[in-house]
């Protein structure tokens, strides 16, 4: 018979028994079972499966029938199961034991390699660290070429001498010197197992794991923009910023991470998330705006050295930002690592900015600044509020 012939009303029952084989693989068996049949779906199924069913099937009732009883109605009436099973699922049948299996003897295959790993051999910290890994499925087989990266580079740390880490990922990885980039999946694994192998605080910024094993990341690209930082001392830093006074500066992580930061008791600073907002201040108060640093958007390694040198001096940060989820977020964070504190940025200040621009606030008014900016339509950015920030800043 033609695929033409098979009559669509058993779609249902073929979707079925589709699941009960690729669960139950090649050679096993199952019931279908199909409930409330229709007077069409009935009148299909007593048709096909006439010469093995005594009883009529009939609407309205729930058919159980075996699977192979199934497949081999179909077979006699001239149909091939398995291709009636791909047609109507349109893709190729799988065979879920069989996979299982294969899985299984992957993972083994996995397990057995890691153990006689020479480096995990040699290291029971980090063996223990994989062990629970593959047992929580954080790592797994169809990770074995990156897990082999990540090892290689281990196994060549710590450097003799100080090296970039894009000379490492260069010379082991293939020529490729951005291998080990930020953001990468064998950036977060290396980064993760280094970190074990050295005994480190799994939460330690991934520049400060790297420098444990006498590797460099990039000094440069990693900035911040400041105005009127109040530095002592005759570092390199603190020079620029005092002949900069009244101007903004641009500061490296290389810059920062080889000097003394010393502040003055009780320093008071603040923070915005948009370089427009520095600018603007620069322009406004030149040499009378108080020490302002831009986190431009996400902090960077350098914005976060420079605002845990301030905070571990007993210095005051107080931080304004967009008012959307990222603000939030970058608030929080701030608050959480460096006891900041809200700069005119809370459910109350976004109220008060909403009036001023004309627009309606949400009633009842939100509890907290995550439900108020929830509520918003869109993004308030720190450049509609500029106003009230020179304000504050020319108060201070």
């Known amino acids: 018979m033609s695929d033409a012939a098979l009559d669509p009303a058993l779609r249902r029952t073929l979707l079925l028994a589709r699941d009960k084989r690729e669960r139950r693989g090649g050679s096993g068996d199952a019931q279908v079972v199909v409930a409330d049949l229709r007077p069409d779906e009935a009148l299909a199924l007593d048709g096909l499966l006439s010469v ?3 009883k009529s099937v009939l609407p309205g009732e ?5 699977l192979s009883t199934f ?60 062990g629970r890994a593959v047992s929580q499925g954080r790592v797994h087989a169809d990770m074995r070429a990156l897990v082999q990266q990540a090892l290689d580079v ?4 710590p450097a003799a001498e100080p090296v970039q880490r894009t000379v490492v990922a260069a010379t082991l990885l293939d020529g490729d010197p951005h291998a080990l980039d930020v953001g990468t999946p064998l950036h977060t694994l290396t980064v993760s197992l280094l970190a074990v192998a050295a005994d480190l ?29 109040p530095l002592f001392g005759d570092g390199l830093v603190a020079e620029l910023v005092r002949v900069s006074h009244g101007k903004h500066l641009v500061l490296t992580y290389g810059q920062l991470s ?3 930061l010393s502040w003055p008791p009780g320093l008071r600073c603040f923070s915005c998330e948009n370089p427009s907002v520095l600018i603007a201040a620069e322009r406004a108060l030149g040499e009378a705006c108080p020490p302002l640093i831009c986190t431009s958007g996400r902090p960077s390694d350098a914005v976060r050295l ?20 990222a603000g939030v977020q970058i608030l929080r964070d701030l608050e959480a690592r460096y006891g900041a504190t809200p700069w005119r940025f809370s459910a109350d200040s976004l109220r008060g900015a909403l009036s001023q621009l004309g627009h309606a606030s949400a009633s009842p008014p939100p509890a907290t600044l995550e439900d108020a900016v929830q509520e918003l339509s869109t993004t308030l950015p720190e450049e509609l509020l500029l106003a009230d920030l020179l304000s504050d800043l020319s108060a201070a």
């Open 52 to 54: 093995s069913r005594r």
């Open 62 to 66: 729930t058919l159980r029938v075996a």
């Open 71 to 130: 497949e081999a109605a179909l077979s006699e009436c001239g149909f091939d199961p398995r291709g009636e099973y791909e047609r109507i699922g349109g893709r190729p049948l799988r065979d879920l034991p069989a996979e299982r299996a294969v899985r299984q003897e992957l993972r083994g295959e996995f397990r057995a390699w890691l153990d006689a790993h020479t480096v995990l051999r040699t290291r029971p910290a980090l063996a223990e660290w994989f």
């Open 154 to 157: 281990l196994a060549s740390l």
């Open 201 to 229: 605080d799994q939460d330690m910024p991934a520049r400060n794991v790297w420098a444990g094993w006498n590797v460099l990341v990039d000094p440069i690209s990693s900035n911040v923009a400041v105005l009127n930082l």
């Open 258 to 260: 080889a000097s003394d």
């Open 306 to 325: 420079l605002f845990s040198s301030i905070h571990r001096a007993g210095g005051q940060i107080q931080h304004h930002g967009d008012y959307d989820e």
